[in-house]
């Protein structure tokens, strides 16, 4: 594993074990000898063990699926993750890291192919804390099907870290045809959201501040590349745009791709699914869940005529069963996206504008 230590000798052993239940982090762990190969052998490769790792190298020789060579490309993306708290309902930052990068991969309309991960720790994180993040990252990766194959460890000192910080990169593969872009919205495009906003902002938040509410929120923190494999099996060149509403949340989102696109868009206030649970919490803390992230929805600008066909394939997926179409893309020289409210008039809905939820991904 690339972690700035040589390769793994099965034949050495050390005479005394990481001790994960009371061991913390320290500079000897970044310092690229002993220390930091233990901690790579007993607990990063057991997280994500798997052959292209095995090999312990400063990089991983991968195989590239085969696919038409004058039509495929490869699709490359890079995350840095800095949530806090570390842990929260619905996940941590190590299934995050993991998640949110391959639905970047994902939202081109690729399939994801790897991973790698790079990890900024911080002198006095406990052991046992980020053991719990790598057995996620490692889980999830499985989950998904996509393994970490290559990384990096650097050890910062205490107060400057802020426990740990991921940076994680994922290559995968376009198929032939395929061309999914924030540049292709056209007018008459219907828009699908693929299930309920917000969920991931306010368990954040809740667990941040300590709130509790009666129904627990969880983060919808997923990984959507089956979903959108789905999606692009159903109407192939069909859908036009695909984006994961994260920062900023699905007003931000749908006012970049108008802006990237050149065209406006009106939504249907009473369409877009909240869950009572979030709305009521954001109520309490004075937020619209437009501007709250989401870590595993998506949103689509496909065809009209191929609309239905889309949402229904959402729904038949785990990950889309409480999919619905939220609007219409329209011609609009403003770039305007604007709301059909459930009173019957129209306002604005804006880029977000300051930071409301610090530190949410």
């Known amino acids: 594993m690339a972690l700035d230590a040589p390769a793994a000798d099965p034949t050495r052993a050390y005479s005394r074990p ?75 930052i190590g299934s995050l890291a993991v998640n949110g990068t391959l639905n970047d991969v994902a939202m081109m309309g690729a399939q994801p192919l790897y991973l790698s991960a790079s990890f900024i720790l911080e002198e006095g994180l406990a052991l046992a804390d980020l053991q719990r993040i790598v057995y996620s990252m490692g889980a999830a990766a499985r989950a998904a099907g996509v393994p970490i194959v290559t990384g990096d460890t ?4 205490r107060g400057k870290g802020d426990g740990v910080f991921i940076s994680t990169t994922g290559v995968g593969v376009l198929a032939p045809g395929v061309h999914i872009s924030g540049r292709n919205a056209r007018a008459g495009d219907a828009i699908l959201l693929s299930g309920s906003i917000g969920d991931h902002g306010v368990a954040v938040l809740s667990q941040r501040a300590g709130l509790q509410f009666e129904t627990t929120i969880e983060s919808d923190s997923a990984a959507l590349h089956t979903l959108v494999a789905a999606m692009l099996a159903a109407a192939p060149g069909g859908v036009h745009v695909l984006r994961d509403p994260t920062r900023g949340g699905l007003a931000t989102t749908l006012n970049e791709i108008a802006r990237q696109s050149g065209v406006g868009m009106v939504l249907q206030e009473a369409a877009i699914p909240v869950k009572p649970q979030v709305e009521a919490a954001c109520e309490l803390l004075g937020l619209d869940p437009l501007y709250v992230a989401n870590e595993g ?21 785990p990950l889309g069963r409480d999919a619905a179409c939220i609007g219409q893309v329209i011609a609009d020289p403003h770039h305007f996206v604007q709301m059909a409210t459930r009173f019957g008039g129209r306002r604005v809905v804006d880029w977000l504008s300051g930071e409301p939820l610090p530190r949410i991904c």
């Open 297 to 317: 929805k998506l949103v689509a600008l496909v065809a009209p005529e191929v609309a239905e066909r889309v949402l229904q394939a959402m729904r038949a997926h």
């Open 18 to 92: 990481l001790s994960i239940r009371h061991g913390r982090i320290d500079a000897a762990h970044g310092a690229g000898g002993k220390a930091a190969m233990q901690l790579i052998e007993e607990l990063f490769l057991a997280a994500f063990d798997n052959e292209a790792l095995r090999q312990g190298d400063d990089g991983a020789v991968l195989a590239l699926p085969a696919f038409d060579p004058t039509q495929g490309r490869l699709v490359m993306a890079t995350d840095g993750h800095v949530i806090s708290p570390l842990f929260f309902p619905g996940g941590d």
């Open 154 to 157: 650097k050890v910062v000192e």
